[in-house]
């Protein structure tokens, strides 16, 4: 994967590094992932998302969730192998994962679930009361 310089936007542009960090950190993280586990990102409306993870040989117990400041953080850890097996093929990949998504502002993750070797992790955006649009009635000014 070819790396992109945002260093000429930087000095053109005020106010969206935020972005630029964005783009740099989701190229550097599909190249250290490799692809691992893979996922589906789906919206359902404007309001609702759903990350489809394949972990299959993860149970609940080998996998972490956590968000913090607008990133949420995937990990999978399987336990050692057990001495013993001898495996003519080995095609299910169990090593560990660590995946990583950046979320939106006021995207919260509202819930999580394991169903057939898939975590299914379910996101709303829910916009505070303050930030929605209002609508102002006329003549109701009140500044005398």
């Known amino acids: ?8 936007l930087y000095r053109s542009s005020v106010g969206f590094d935020n972005l630029f960090n964005l783009i740099e950190n989701a190229s550097r993280g599909e190249q250290k992932n490799g692809g691992y586990p893979p996922y589906n990102i789906e919206a359902f ?3 609702r998302y759903q990350i489809t993870l394949a972990v299959a040989g993860f149970s609940s117990e080998h ?3 956590q968000t913090k400041q607008n990133r ?3 990990k999978g850890t399987q336990d050692q192998e057990i001495k013993g097996r001898t ?16 979320l939106a502002d006021h995207v ?5 679930d394991l169903k057939n070797g ?17 609508r102002i009635e006329i003549g109701q000014a009140k500044l005398n």
Do not use: C
């Open 1 to 8: 994967m070819r790396t992109v310089d945002f260093s000429p």
């Open 45 to 47: 409306d404007k309001d």
């Open 63 to 65: 996998l972490d969730i």
């Open 72 to 74: 949420l953080t995937i």
């Open 87 to 102: 495996f003519l093929h080995q095609g299910i990949a169990g090593r560990n994962f660590e995946r990583t998504f950046e």
């Open 108 to 112: 919260k993750v509202v819930g999580a």
């Open 118 to 134: 898939l975590l299914i992790i379910e996101l709303q955006k829910e916009i505070p009361e303050a930030m929605k649009p209002k």
